[in-house]
């Protein structure tokens, strides 16, 4: 729960590293809250689940592109490159083969490796 906190709390920060955990426990927070938000809206395509669901991801973008630049900043790649959002099937692959990847080592251009903080 703390790292989807943070996330949130990081929410415009495009700036700096995420590691690896940050990255996928705000992901999978947002996951199972995406499916709560559909099981009490009843599920079903058009219902109220979906509505619920919309509204929640437009209020989670902002953070999610955030944690998404960081995570990338972490491996030494350029935060434009997740712009690979909007290409479908493809971008999510690259991206997904990104964000698994572990982080770049010390320090990079985009500042210390927030794993070696951690320790």
Excluded at 47 to 57: A, E, R, T
Excluded at 70 to 82: N, P, Q
Aim: proline content about 3%.
């Amino acid at each position: 729960m703390q790292w989807y906190l943070k996330a949130l709390k990081q929410y415009a920060d495009f700036k700096g590293r995420a590691q690896r955990k940050e990255y996928w426990m705000f992901t999978l927070f947002n996951l199972i809250i995406m499916v709560v938000l559909q099981l009490v809206g009843g599920g079903g395509e058009g219902g109220m689940g979906d509505v619920l669901s919309g509204i929640y991801s437009l209020g989670v973008l902002l953070p999610s592109v955030g944690v998404t630049v960081r995570r990338l900043h972490d491996i030494g790649k350029s935060g434009w490159w997740a712009l690979l959002m909007i290409i479908p099937i493809i971008g999510a692959l690259v991206l997904i083969y990104f964000a698994v990847q572990d982080s770049q080592e010390g320090s990079n251009e985009y500042g210390p490796n927030p794993k070696a903080l951690a320790v």
